[in-house]
């Protein structure tokens, strides 16, 4: 045994180690829901200390574990307590964290079934869940991916496969030199990461027909025609900017019989369908033919965490295609069918502990509670001179602008530097706006009515300036 082997031996089965992990861990999480948001100036410059040469020398656990604390702790984002509204990041379910710690110690690689049972059984546990729960076609299954940018990736292919089979061309065998044209259709509110997987699908975001979009970033229906079995639709669960849904029930029965194949991008929206006030916004979406959608945003799973599922797993697993000589297969789920990588974490596991910790009723509730407080932030920026409101809040979004876009900015910027929560800034309709993002469990009316105070504040601020 080497000296090297002895020190990871004597490390691995040493519980100090992990046991002050664990201390560090809970000392984070007991100060989330109080400390800043954001970062301190002072804990930013700090980072500095992480700057040196590659060690020559191995180093000391403990010693690397306090340095991370020390100096990495003050330096998150506050994400897991209830008011970071800035890109739309969920929290975490205490379940969840807890299940991923104990699958890091199991750390399983989760390609086959051979590789993996537990991760392959909670996997087809959680898809047949999923199918329930956005009443989905008996015949889906899911991938578990990285985010709903892999999930996008994974259902365009799937449609790529599908419709150039379509035309009698098979693009894993011949590719694409002379295959067949798909005509690809998006609306132009469509997410950036639907133009990023189509550039790197190679439909080429010239080629897309970019649909207008109505006032709330909805695709206009009546402006989609001539749908045929070459054609790829893609749908949004969820403008990342209004939190607006397109009419699926409309669209759908616009295709049907044309063989076009539909795919819905639902990254945080999707959720709505867990909502017993809020599923009218997703009525129809079993119509579809594929389907994208993140954990770690609405169902608070730890990062990182996005599902794709698919009614046509022909076209899915043929996209995804992948053999070997010493791949073992078997009769049960082997999931590197349902996913680009072979060699990947459990991320399913944490996902079906939070999903059989909630149960429906706890979902809806969860997700039910994210739209009230949106409400509750609009209406109060509603009734305060200075703030102008954009969208409807239909489901957890809200868009706020000042006066003018200098003002706007300006007032971010205090809010961002004030640190009691944390928004972030975009575009809507040619102008600058404020997004705020309600996507924690842990958000309460408490840290609403505090981050009212911070806008005020800050406006206020920004006017004497």
């Not at 390609?111 to 049972?117: E, L, R």
């Not at 999923?130 to 994974?154: D, H, Q, R, W, Y």
């Not at 709505?272 to 608070?300: C, M, P, Q, R, Y």
């Not at 939070?354 to 009723?361: A, Q």
Request: charged content about 25%; glycine content about 8%; hydrophobic content about 40%.
């Amino acid at each position: 045994m080497t000296a090297l082997q002895k020190k990871l031996f004597a490390e691995m089965l040493d519980e100090n180690l992990f046991n002050q992990a664990t201390i560090f861990g809970n000392e984070y999480k007991q100060k989330a829901f109080e400390r800043n948001v954001y970062p301190t100036e002072e804990a930013l410059k700090d980072l500095n200390f992480f700057d040196e040469p590659m060690p020559d020398k191995t180093s000391d656990g403990k010693e690397i574990l306090n340095t991370l604390n020390q100096y990495g702790s003050p330096a998150t984002l506050t994400t897991i307590g209830g008011r970071y509204f800035g890109f739309v990041i969920g929290s975490v379910i205490p379940v969840g964290m807890a299940a991923k710690i104990l699958a890091t110690f199991w750390d399983q690689n989760c390609g086959m079934f051979v590789s993996s049972p537990i991760t392959a059984k909670l996997e087809t546990i959680a898809e047949q869940w999923l199918k329930s729960i956005f009443n989905l076609p008996a015949e889906t299954v899911a991938g578990f991916v990285s985010g709903t940018s892999m999930a996008n990736f994974c259902g365009l292919a799937a449609a790529r496969y599908r419709l150039l089979k379509n035309q009698g061309w098979d693009i894993n065998k011949s590719g694409f030199t002379n295959a067949p044209k798909i005509r690809v259709i998006a609306s132009k509110e469509a997410h950036s990461t639907i133009l990023k997987m189509t550039s790197i699908l190679g439909f080429g975001q010239d080629t897309i027909e970019y649909i207008d979009a109505d006032e709330q970033g909805r695709i206009r229906t009546e402006l989609i025609n001539n749908l045929d079995n070459k054609t790829l639709l893609i749908l949004q669960a969820g403008n990342v900017n209004s939190g607006s849904f397109d009419d699926f029930s409309s669209i759908c029965k616009k295709a049907k019989g044309t063989g076009a194949w539909i795919h819905i991008d639902g990254a945080f929206g999707l959720w709505a369908a867990a909502s017993k006030k809020l599923n009218h916004l997703t009525t129809d979406i079993e119509f579809a033919n594929s389907w994208a959608v993140d954990g770690h945003k609405t169902l608070n799973t730890p990062y990182d965490s996005g599902i794709v599922m698919c009614s046509d797993k022909e076209a899915l697993t043929s996209a995804l295609h992948m053999s070997a000589g010493y791949i073992v297969l078997s009769e049960d789920r082997d999931s590197m069918f349902y996913t680009p990588e072979m060699s990947r974490r459990s991320r399913g596991i944490e996902l079906w502990a939070i999903l059989k910790y909630l149960g429906r009723e706890g979902l809806d509730e969860m997700i039910e509670e994210m739209h009230i407080r949106a409400k509750q932030f609009s209406d109060a920026l509603s009734n305060i001179d200075g703030f102008e409101v954009m969208n409807d809040i239909v489901f957890n979004q809200v868009l706020v602008k000042c006066a003018s876009d200098e003002l706007t900015n300006t007032v971010l910027k205090n809010i961002q530097t004030d640190r009691v929560c944390w928004v972030g800034g975009s575009i809507w309709k040619g102008v600058k706006v404020i997004r705020i993002s309600i996507c924690s469990w842990a958000t309460t009316e408490n840290d609403i009515n505090l981050s009212i105070d911070s806008f005020k504040r800050s406006l206020e601020k920004a006017l004497k300036e």
